[in-house]
């Protein structure tokens, strides 16, 4: 699929995504209607969704309730992920692990989503200024200096 052939509910989500800012918007996000689109753009939204859904239990004041919502989330990630391993659900999946505390064990596929990345994410069908952002947000949640030296060199363009 390439930029011209994104739905605009597709670039409405990512928009929304990038702009969370309370569990409204978050509500919001998870409020998409995903019927009449196509299947590989219905499971990218999905994959938007489950990570909202974890991001939840930011404004959850239950720890049973906190852990539901991280856990429901991430599971659903973990399927989208096994059912069609993109750029996008990669992002996503490491956003989450590294904004997660450690005590989760959501880290194991962090070196694993960065290689993905780096050799995936030039020729992704994605507008460039998409994939500045998500660079961007990874950079920004990163704790080690290492890391964030790693996703600052990974190409966002096609070299041709």
């Known amino acids: ?9 597709l670039i409405k989500m990512r928009s929304e995504f990038q702009e969370i ?15 009449n689109i196509d299947i590989n ?11 909202a859904t974890c991001m939840l239990a930011e404004y959850d004041l239950s720890p049973m309730s906190k852990l539901k919502y991280f856990n429901e989330g991430k599971k659903k990630l973990e399927e989208l992920i096994t059912i069609k391993k993109g750029v996008e659900n990669v992002y996503l999946r490491l956003l989450l692990q590294l904004n997660v505390p450690r005590i989760l064990s959501y880290y194991k596929n962090i070196e694993e989503d960065v290689a993905y990345l780096e050799s995936s994410l030039a020729t992704a069908p994605i507008d460039v200024s998409y994939k500045y952002a998500m660079i961007k947000n990874l950079i920004s949640v990163a704790k080690k200096n290492e890391l964030k030296e790693v996703l600052l060199q990974i190409n966002v363009v096609e070299e041709g």
Do not use: P, R
Not at 44 to 50: D, T, W
């Open 21 to 35: 800012n309370s569990e409204a918007d978050i509500k919001k996000i998870l409020d998409f209607n995903l019927e």
């Open 41 to 51: 753009e219905q499971q990218l939204i999905e994959a938007y969704q489950a990570t």
């Open 1 to 9: 699929m390439s930029q011209a052939q994104e739905s605009d509910l």
